[in-house]
């Protein structure tokens, strides 16, 4: 039976406006679309959103998905056995957290002291990377070498002149957004720079999609440490920033 947009969003627990992105993107088309307008998807639709979903879990970009899972070599089967390996793993570290967690919380309600090592087991974040690693490893083998570690080559060829290049156009874009802050965020003179930070991230570092980009405008405002990197051009430019990131993917997804 075929599933309205909205059947799907709920199912997989995403937003119909990801599915919408996905669409656009050539990641995850609906099976048809009605006369009306109304995208309906298939069982196996909802197969491949599977994959999707579990891809982005391990860490890969939008981008790397789209090229494995069209991938002539792709196996779902195999996809699925090392989904299923590295998800043990962190299931293990997490039973290993709670752990810890009811120790501390026993600790100090009976005023018994921890060890430092005690304290901390669970939160090995070397092992979990070690785990990443090994499944990118597989997924290498799997799927292709060049996929997976594209971003890596991009940045490690980088020379000083490179990084000091790159470096510079962002300095000279926040410059010019926090130059505009009194046009507003629909501006467009800011729309036009915004979209051109977007530009830069993916020419220099890794495939921005608009919904990568919506997160990072997120993380300017919500972690500390971007927020006062970037309020020194100019106070309040990390929220007008964020603000202006969004209004951009918006119109980006409305196109």
């Known amino acids: ?40 998807y298939t069982d196996q639709n909802l197969e ?28 779902r089967k195999q996809a699925l056995q090392s989904h299923r390996k590295w998800l043990l793993e962190k299931k293990k570290r997490l039973e290993e957290m709670i752990r810890t967690v009811d120790r501390t919380i026993l600790s100090l309600e009976g005023g018994i002291r921890m060890e430092g090592k005690e304290m ?28 997976v570690e594209e971003t890596e080559r991009r940045t490690s060829r980088y020379t000083k002149e490179d990084w000091a290049a790159i470096m ?11 130059a505009a802050m009194d046009k507003g965020p ?6 036009q720079a915004v979209g051109e930070l977007r530009q830069h991230i993916t020419d220099s570092f890794y495939d921005c999609t608009v919904e ?23 106070p309040g430019l990390a929220a007008f920033l964020r603000e202006a990131m969004h209004l951009y993917c918006d119109n980006q997804q409305n196109a």
Do not use: C
């Open 1 to 40: 039976m075929p599933y309205k947009v909205k059947e799907v969003a709920e199912m997989a627990g995403v937003s119909v406006r990801t599915l919408h992105h996905y669409d656009q993107i050539g990641l995850l088309h609906p099976e048809t679309v009605t006369p009306a307008g109304y995208r309906l």
């Open 48 to 75: 491949r959103l599977q994959q999707i979903l579990f891809f982005k879990e391990i860490g890969f970009s939008l981008r790397e998905i789209k090229q494995i899972i069209d991938s002539p070599h792709f196996d």
């Open 120 to 147: 901390f087991e669970g939160f090995d974040m070397t092992a979990i990377e070690q785990h990443r690693e090994k499944y990118a490893d597989e997924a290498k083998r799997l799927y292709g070498k060049e996929i």
């Open 168 to 178: 510079g156009k962002w300095d000279e874009l926040f410059k010019r957004i926090a």
């Open 186 to 191: 629909a501006d467009p003179g800011v729309q």
């Open 212 to 234: 990568i980009f919506r997160g990072l405008g997120d993380l300017y405002v919500n972690d500390e440490r971007f927020t006062a990197n970037i309020d020194r051009y100019k």
